[in-house]
Nanobody, 125 residues
């Protein structure tokens, strides 16, 4: 499995962005997908996750009112839309894939099977 994240960049506080992640190498619909992030000097943390079919999502408290995760199983893509960005959203964002049928809070587990290379998001205040 290969994951390629894109869409990061420099954004002003209050702005929005959409991250994309391209999945290849297996049957996309059999993987739960997640977004994680790691800010400078901090540990990697969960941001959002979506179940196999896309019908179930879960978000970190810090982003749940500002973010939407979605997937397009026909295109093997997962997206993270974020609005009202804050300086504390600055981080490298990683997409991840897991073969387990994760739902709800289970989507936030840290040990996904596969990880992409990350895309940097910088929010200027």
């Amino acid at each position: 499995v290969q994951l390629q994240a894109s869409g990061g960049g420099l954004v002003q506080a209050g702005g929005s962005l959409r991250l994309s992640c391209a999945f290849s190498g297996d049957t996309f619909g059999r993987y739960a997908m997640g977004w994680f992030r790691q800010a400078p000097g901090k540990e990697r943390e969960f941001v959002a996750g979506v179940s196999w079919g896309g019908g179930n999502t879960y978000y970190a408290e810090s982003v749940k009112d500002r973010s939407t995760i979605s997937r397009d199983n026909s295109k093997n893509m997962v997206y993270l839309q974020m609005i009202s960005l804050k300086a504390e959203d600055t981080a490298v964002y990683y997409c991840a894939a897991d073969q387990s049928p994760l739902y709800g809070r289970g989507l936030s587990r840290p040990n996904y099977d596969y990880w992409g290379q990350g895309t940097l998001v910088t929010v200027s205040s």
